[in-house]
């Protein structure tokens, strides 16, 4: 599916674009032959790239699910008694009491949006914490539980790689977790004439490359075949137009990039994409 924005737009998110990446790109399209105040032929200017003024992949995308169970330690597993437990975000659920038919949070997910709750099961009021799996357990708890009756709080809840999360509870109570939505990284990247990426700008990319003159690749790490893409020359974005298509060669995961000068010549330079899905 090829995606095209008009040139207004393309020349809004290029400037935007080079805003934000520290890109000075006055010069780039004057002539050699340009006068200066005095009458004496100016020489043209040279583009120059600045770090970026904002931190790459610093932010996450939420997206809503229908509430769905993914643990209940009443149905699995039974009390979490003043110990450690880990559970999976992402599926299957069976193991630990929740949905056997999966919640539709995918592998990519970085965070849940969960309504965590505890019964005490030993007369004993406590505490629940939960973190990703492998790093150090925060100081912080979640979940504060009576012994009167059930309580539950709607928590963010990050997770390792694998999607998996730990809990720990202060004396013994079941819990249960219901998840409303999930958080992924979003999808860009802002590539070099050489196809790697430049200062470090990108999100869920997991490779770019640069097959041939004008052409750029830039694997993600989801499906994006039904996403839409817009790419911008950074550089020469008034002169140049960059069109991209996702669904490359069979490719699920893949956007292919090409940029073309005023007579339809593929051109290397500064570039972005950026992913809706």
Not at 87 to 95: E, I, M
Not at 212 to 225: A, H, K, L, P
Not at 230 to 238: E, H, K, Q
């Amino acid at each position: 599916m090829s995606i095209h924005a008009s040139r207004t737009t393309r020349l809004a998110l290029a400037g935007a674009a080079a805003v934000a990446l520290g890109l000075a790109t006055a010069g780039s399209v004057v002539a050699a032959g340009g006068a200066s105040p005095n009458g004496v032929s100016a020489a043209p200017k040279v583009v120059m790239a600045a770090a970026p003024q904002t931190d790459a992949g610093s932010e996450i995308q939420f997206i809503a699910v229908t509430p769905c169970r993914i643990l209940d330690t009443r149905n699995v597993g039974g009390p979490v008694n003043n110990t450690t437990r880990t559970f999976t975000a992402v599926g299957p659920y069976a193991g630990q009491g929740g949905n056997v038919s999966g919640c539709g949070i995918p592998s990519s997910a970085v965070a849940v949006e969960l309504n965590l709750g505890a019964i005490a099961a030993a007369g004993q009021d406590g505490w629940v914490k939960a973190w990703p799996t492998g790093t150090t357990e925060p100081l912080a708890s979640l979940v504060n539980f009576p012994t009167t009756e059930p309580i539950a709080n709607m928590v963010t809840v990050p997770v390792n790689g694998s999607g998996q999360f730990t809990v720990r509870t202060h004396h013994s109570a079941q819990l249960f977790g219901d998840v409303a939505g999930y958080y992924v990284k979003p999808l860009y990247a802002t590539l070099d004439p050489s196809g790697g990426i430049y200062n470090g700008i990108s999100s869920g990319v997991v490779s770019t490359a640069h097959p041939s003159t004008g052409i750029y690749t830039v694997t993600f790490d989801r499906n994006v075949e039904h996403c839409s893409s817009v790419s911008n020359d950074l550089i020469f974005s008034g002169t140049r137009d960059a069109s991209s298509d996702v669904h490359v060669n069979g490719d699920d995961n893949t956007v292919e990039i090409h940029v073309t000068d005023t007579t339809g010549a593929l051109v290397d330079t500064y570039l972005n994409v950026q992913l809706s899905c």
